[in-house]
């Protein structure tokens, strides 16, 4: 099962071909400045099951947990497309927008909820926690 995410230019392209591992949405402080959002929405996968095409830059940060979170964005149109997290050894996440796919699969959690927009309500039947 093959999907294709894209930036916003096209010119970073992956492919994943299996079924996400995990896929959650994260409203802490972090995510929301580095997707300009109010949340991420992320699906993760085995990274042999992660094949890039394009240039990509990276940037690593440590987060309020005291673990390191890297994204990587296109150089061109600067999309955050990828992300890998050390409390996620193995696997890398795919910002699901960018797959532009509205049946892509529901996130299964959703991850420092304390820090969501007050409009912003928690789906049901997700696994909510206030922080990480």
Known sequence: MARVATCACGTLRVTTTGPPIITNVCACLDCQRRSGSAFTYTAFFPDAEVHTEGEVRDFRETRSAGRWHES?????????????????????????????????DPPQGFYWACRRHAWLPVPSGLQVHETQ
């Open 72 to 104: 990587s964005f296109c150089v061109v149109c600067g999309v955050s497309v990828l992300s890998r997290l050390e409390v996620l050894p193995g696997m890398t996440g795919v910002s699901v927008g960018c797959f532009a796919d509205p049946a892509f």
